[in-house]
């Protein structure tokens, strides 16, 4: 009965010990304790996020395209009056829209400066047959290029930026073969 209790002793007492080890040290002093269950969880966890964002997109994905079918569904007015009330609505959407295309965020969210863009295109068709000679016709063709402009430099940032690295390389080539860095 001795030897049994003994080891007993021994065995609770080197267990403890090593809990209070890695309590302290963590695995770099003692046995390690890891458990399995943990990297499932954690497994488990980044699914739920993945799933969770997925669901997060395609609420804001049904969100947005509601509001792009509104603005689709908009008919052009005929009356001068009324065109010109819409333009002003939609140019000032235009002049605070960001587009933003680097993630699929920004790709949902840019579809409905588009629709906007495009029905205001739409707009400046009509404006130019029921009103060419209205004075806000020059406001509204600076808000449709400036919003045109934003649109495209976002689309392409990154060719842009590529274009204009390439440009610059090509430049200092250039010079340094006139012999200007001599």
């Known amino acids: 009965?001795?030897?049994?209790?003994?080891?007993?002793?021994r065995e609770i007492g080197k267990n403890t010990g090593k809990a209070v080890s890695n309590f302290f040290f963590g695995d770099s002093h003692a046995t390690p304790y890891r458990r399995v269950d943990a990297e499932r969880r954690a497994r488990v966890q980044e699914a739920a996020l993945k799933q969770q964002e997925e669901c997060n997109l395609n609420l804001l994905d049904g969100a947005v395209l509601g509001n792009v079918d509104i603005v689709l569904q908009t008919p052009i007015p005929q009356d001068e009056q009324a065109l010109l009330?819409?333009?002003?609505?939609?140019?000032?959407?235009?002049?605070n829209s960001k587009w933003d295309f680097e993630d699929e965020r920004g790709k949902?969210?840019?579809?409905?400066?588009?629709a906007i863009l495009e029905?205001?295109?739409q707009c400046m068709i009509v404006m130019k047959i029921i009103a060419p000679t209205n004075p806000m016709a020059e406001h509204y063709e600076k808000i449709l290029k400036?919003?045109?402009?934003?649109?495209?430099?976002?689309?392409?940032?990154?060719?842009?930026?590529?274009?204009?690295?390439?440009?610059?390389?090509?430049?200092?080539?250039?010079?340094?073969?006139?012999?200007?860095?001599?």
């Open 146 to 182: 400036k919003a045109s402009r934003r649109r495209f430099m976002a689309k392409n940032k990154t060719l842009l930026i590529f274009a204009i690295w390439f440009g610059v390389i090509a430049i200092i080539i250039l010079l340094g073969s006139m012999g200007v860095f001599d």
């Open 85 to 95: 009330q819409l333009m002003s609505i939609w140019g000032a959407q235009l002049a």
């Open 108 to 114: 949902i969210r840019a579809q409905y400066p588009d």
């Open 119 to 121: 029905k205001f295109k």
């Open 1 to 9: 009965m001795g030897k049994t209790f003994d080891s007993f002793k």
